[in-house]
């Protein structure tokens, strides 16, 4: 072999490493970004120098804010919420509140500070998709629409004849609203529709006389989930085969209720999510009734040898639909609704301010301060403000700003093993609790094993985080918590949060 040969066989072998070497460092990458949701130099810095169990990566900037707008339009919520305690004749105002949702385990409370004049609900949302959608649900909830059609019209992809009807008699109500403004933030207090809003429920309206099929329905509804994904694993974590078999046809059709009960010809497609304009598309990524319906507060209540799991949660919805039913009728109105499509921004003092004049008694912000560095976040919420405003939110990803909240974390194997054990062991401890009447497995449960151990990581770093999140704010009545790890929830270390500022002007 000539010296020009070899020469030749070294640079194709330097070749082949190289290019196994950036494979490599390209999916070490990936999988960091995935662990931390985005990747930069200062996230390499923080990563590379000495690290402690606990220590906050505090990004120099935010996570753009999602705006669902188009073609990832959500149907419902994707997580479960706390309870929420309405003071009798106040104001609480929903940002980004993509449905009802809060309402479901609401209650109306009395004390010294309540007045004898209904409720208002004051959502402001950044999805047309959302605002059309849950003001026509009022309107049916406000019109005595059959509380099997609002369930449908909220959470199914086949409808009855019947609710379809309903449906349109409620979307042609609210067509009647008086038109928003265009150069400042509507008013709070009154129902208007922003005209992408108003376009979007003409369009379905014309829609009724030519809906899909129920197999159209089928069909679009698989098509636009990853077959892999995790809601599978609920399927082999139920005890029954009974209730198996039921969950797995509603996550492959989309249907609830199954419509068991119907004939063929009874059945239509969802007009809201198969039959939208302007490039709106609902389920073009992954999502479920199932994350949102708070579980741990429904098992309770019965027992699986009498009543399926779907039915279980179909009870709830139609009790607590039913509630809200009430509220939004006369002769004794509790509550008014008022949906507005408007993204609340740190950079617009006049809507801010609008908000602020309510004197909100509470304010939800879903997961929004997932998407702020905290301190923006504090001076965002603290612009709009009342007196004594206690403010509820969720964060879904704050595990991505602390050390030690993951177990990619850890480079030890026998750490980790501990940990994925410790982690079952303490799912196996809770899981009778949460679930007395067994229709759940919590010994040898299905699941990936970072969802696993990350539950029980999450409690290890929680108080850090939580120190950096209200670090320089003067806040009291805090209350940062876990919710109990239950099957369904689609993120297993949701932190539900709530407090109020002092000394607020």
Same mark, same amino acid.
């Given at each position: 072999?000539?010296?020009?040969?070899?020469?030749?066989?070294?640079?194709?072998?330097?070749?082949?490493?190289?290019?196994?070497?950036?494979?490599?460092?390209?999916?070490?990458?990936?999988?960091?970004?995935?662990?931390?949701?985005?990747?930069?130099?200062?996230?390499?810095?923080?990563?590379?120098?000495?690290?402690?169990?606990?220590?906050?990566?505090?990004?120099?900037?935010?996570?753009?804010?999602?705006?669902?707008?188009?073609?990832?339009?959500?149907?419902?919520?994707?997580?479960?919420?706390?309870?929420?305690?309405?003071?009798?004749?106040?104001?609480?105002?929903?940002?980004?509140?993509?449905?009802? @949702? #809060?309402?479901?385990?609401?209650?109306?409370?009395?004390?010294?500070?309540?007045?004898?004049?209904?409720?208002?609900?004051?959502?402001?949302?950044?999805?047309?998709?959302?605002?059309?959608?849950?003001?026509?649900?009022?309107?049916?909830?406000?019109?005595?629409?059959?509380?099997?059609?609002?369930?449908?019209?909220?959470?199914?992809?086949?409808?009855?004849?019947?609710?379809?009807?309903?449906?349109?008699?409620?979307?042609?109500?609210?067509?009647?609203?008086?038109?928003?403004?265009?150069?400042?933030?509507?008013?709070?207090?009154?129902?208007?529709?922003?005209?992408?809003?108003?376009?979007?429920?003409?369009?379905?309206?014309?829609?009724?006389?030519?809906?899909?099929?129920?197999?159209?329905?089928?069909?679009?509804?698989?098509?636009?989930? /990853?077959?892999?994904?995790?809601?599978?694993?609920?399927?082999?974590?139920?005890?029954?085969?009974?209730?198996?078999?039921?969950?797995?046809?509603?996550?492959?059709?989309?249907?609830?209720?199954?419509?068991?009960?119907?004939?063929?010809?009874?059945?239509?497609?969802?007009?809201?999510?198969?039959?939208?304009?302007?490039?709106?598309?609902?389920?073009?990524?992954?999502?479920?009734?199932?994350?949102?319906?708070?579980?741990?507060?429904?098992?309770?209540?019965?027992?699986?040898?009498?009543?399926?799991?779907?039915?279980?949660?179909?009870?709830? #919805?139609? /009790?607590?639909?039913?509630?809200?039913?009430?509220?939004?009728?006369?002769?004794?109105?509790?509550?008014?609704?008022?949906?507005?499509?408007?993204?609340?921004?740190?950079?617009?003092?006049? #809507?801010?301010?609008?908000?602020?004049?309510?004197?909100?008694?509470?304010?939800?912000?879903?997961?929004?301060?997932?998407?702020?560095?905290?301190?923006?976040?504090?001076?965002?919420?603290?612009?709009?403000?009342?007196?004594?405003?206690?403010?509820?939110?969720?964060?879904?990803?704050?595990?991505?700003?602390?050390?030690?909240?993951?177990?990619?974390?850890?480079?030890?194997?026998?750490?980790?093993?501990?940990?994925?054990?410790?982690?079952?062991?303490?799912?196996?401890?809770?899981?009778?609790?949460?679930?007395?009447?067994?229709?759940?497995?919590? @010994?040898?449960?299905?699941?990936?094993?970072?969802?696993?151990?990350?539950?029980?990581?999450?409690?290890?770093?929680?108080?850090?985080?939580?120190?950096?999140?209200?670090?320089?704010?003067?806040?009291?009545?805090? @209350?940062?918590?876990?919710?109990?790890?239950?099957?369904?929830?689609?993120?297993?270390?949701?932190?539900?949060?709530?407090?109020?500022?002092?000394?607020?002007?």
């Amino acid at each position: 072999m000539s010296l020009n040969d070899i020469i030749e066989d070294v640079n194709k072998n330097i070749k082949k490493i190289n290019t196994k070497v950036k494979a490599y460092y390209a999916k070490r990458r990936s999988n960091l970004e995935g662990r931390w949701r985005s990747w930069s130099k200062e996230l390499s810095d923080f990563l590379s120098s000495p690290r402690q169990i606990g220590d906050i990566f505090a990004r120099t900037t935010a996570i753009p804010y999602f705006s669902d707008t188009g073609s990832c339009a959500l149907s419902f919520s994707n997580t479960h919420k706390q309870s929420l305690s309405l003071n009798q004749g106040k104001v609480h105002v929903a940002v980004g509140f993509v449905d009802l @949702d #809060l309402l479901l385990q609401a209650t109306i409370v009395q004390n010294e500070n309540s007045t004898k004049q209904p409720n208002k609900f004051i959502g402001y949302e950044g999805s047309v998709y959302a605002v059309a959608k849950t003001n026509v649900i009022v309107e049916m909830m406000m019109g005595k629409a059959p509380v099997r059609s609002i369930i449908e019209v909220w959470l199914s992809t086949v409808w009855t004849v019947e609710t379809l009807k309903y449906f349109e008699i409620a979307a042609k109500n609210v067509l009647q609203f008086e038109n928003a403004p265009n150069d400042k933030p509507p008013n709070p207090t009154k129902k208007e529709l922003h005209p992408e809003v108003r376009s979007l429920i003409s369009h379905w309206c014309q829609s009724v006389s030519s809906p899909k099929s129920r197999k159209n329905a089928h069909d679009l509804w698989a098509s636009t989930f /990853d077959k892999t994904d995790s809601i599978f694993a609920i399927v082999p974590n139920l005890v029954e085969p009974r209730d198996r078999v039921q969950v797995a046809r509603h996550i492959l059709t989309g249907e609830f209720p199954l419509m068991n009960d119907q004939q063929s010809k009874n059945l239509v497609a969802s007009i809201t999510m198969f039959n939208c304009n302007d490039g709106i598309s609902p389920h073009s990524t992954s999502e479920f009734m199932l994350h949102m319906m708070p579980v741990n507060a429904i098992l309770p209540k019965y027992q699986r040898e009498n009543t399926s799991f779907l039915d279980a949660l179909c009870n709830f #919805l139609e /009790d607590a639909i039913t509630k809200v039913c009430t509220w939004l009728s006369p002769p004794i109105e509790m509550m008014e609704i008022y949906l507005h499509f408007q993204m609340v921004t740190s950079d617009d003092s006049e #809507l801010l301010n609008s908000i602020k004049q309510l004197n909100a008694s509470t304010m939800s912000w879903s997961n929004i301060c997932d998407y702020f560095r905290a301190r923006d976040f504090h001076k965002l919420i603290k612009a709009c403000s009342g007196s004594n405003t206690v403010h509820i939110m969720s964060s879904m990803n704050w595990v991505t700003e602390v050390f030690g909240g993951h177990i990619a974390d850890y480079d030890d194997s026998g750490v980790r093993r501990k940990i994925l054990i410790d982690a079952r062991k303490m799912i196996l401890e809770s899981g009778p609790a949460i679930d007395p009447s067994g229709y759940f497995r919590y @010994d040898q449960i299905f699941k990936h094993p970072h969802n696993v151990s990350n539950v029980f990581l999450a409690r290890r770093v929680k108080d850090n985080w939580q120190s950096h999140f209200f670090r320089g704010q003067d806040v009291n009545n805090v @209350d940062v918590s876990f919710s109990q790890y239950v099957h369904t929830h689609r993120i297993h270390e949701l932190l539900n949060i709530s407090f109020r500022y002092n000394h607020l002007t």
